[in-house]
């Protein structure tokens, strides 16, 4: 089947400090990935996706590369902010599977100042 | 600008009472979704639709309706039969192939 497996939070980190939230997934056919990022009391917003494989997704100073070899789509950033604090989702979507998103179980950054 | 629209923000049910939570988007996308999630928990799929007038069960349908009787438009109904409705309720819409934008989110609360 197809599903998505993040590191477990909260994860908490210092203001300028470099950050990395695992992704895994599995998957039936050729997935495209995404990142979704949710402030509190808010909806989701796209952060970033790449399409295939060794695509780099980029926005706001956050990377995800996307690895086939690994089945990794794991999210970077050099130097957060506390404004970053915020719950972060890993997500796939198959057209087998009719693009619907298959969602991780989110991962809550905080970041202390 | 083209977005997605939930409505009310807070929702307040009393116990055996239905409630219904309005979604609407102006994005000209084919498919929406209802998604519950529930405090520090990921997503879980309660309807969706792909098309006017069709629509399939997600995960967790069991206490929930919807329609979708036009493009624009896919309103959901919390019924008695939903023991426990208290959660933070999100609707999305898509491109095909492409991710979801999101609305806000209808925080409902039983009272």
């Known amino acids: 089947g197809n599903s998505v497996t993040q590191m477990e939070g909260p994860v908490t980190l210092s203001e300028e400090a470099f950050l990395t939230i695992n992704c895994t997934y599995t998957?039936?056919?050729?997935?495209?990935l995404f990142w979704y990022v949710q402030y509190p009391g808010e909806g989701l917003q796209l952060l970033l996706k790449a399409t295939k494989a060794d695509d780099k997704g980029s926005n706001k100073g956050f990377e995800a590369t996307y690895r086939k070899e690994t089945t990794s789509f794991h999210l970077e950033k050099g130097s957060v902010q506390v404004s970053d604090s915020a719950v972060y989702f890993c997500a796939l979507s198959v057209m087998e599977y009719g693009n619907k998103l298959v969602f991780g179980a989110g991962t809550i950054l905080r970041v202390k100042s | 600008d083209g977005g997605i629209t939930q409505s009310p923000k807070y929702l307040f049910r009393k116990e055996g009472q239905n409630v219904t939570l309005s979604c609407e988007q102006n994005?000209?996308?084919?498919?929406m979704y209802w998604y519950r999630q529930d405090p520090g928990q990921g997503l879980r799929l309660i309807y969706y639709?792909?098309?006017?007038?069709?629509?399939q069960k997600g995960d967790i349908a069991e206490g929930y309706s919807v329609s979708r009787e036009k493009k624009e438009s896919f309103p959901l109904t919390v019924t008695s039969a939903q023991k426990n409705p208290t959660a933070f309720y999100l609707c999305a819409s898509q491109r095909t192939s492409y991710g979801y934008t999101f609305g806000s989110g209808t925080r409902l609360t039983v009272v």
């Open positions: 994005l000209n996308h084919d498919a």
């Open positions: 998957a039936t056919g050729y997935p495209s």
């Open positions: 639709s792909q098309i006017v007038n069709d629509f």
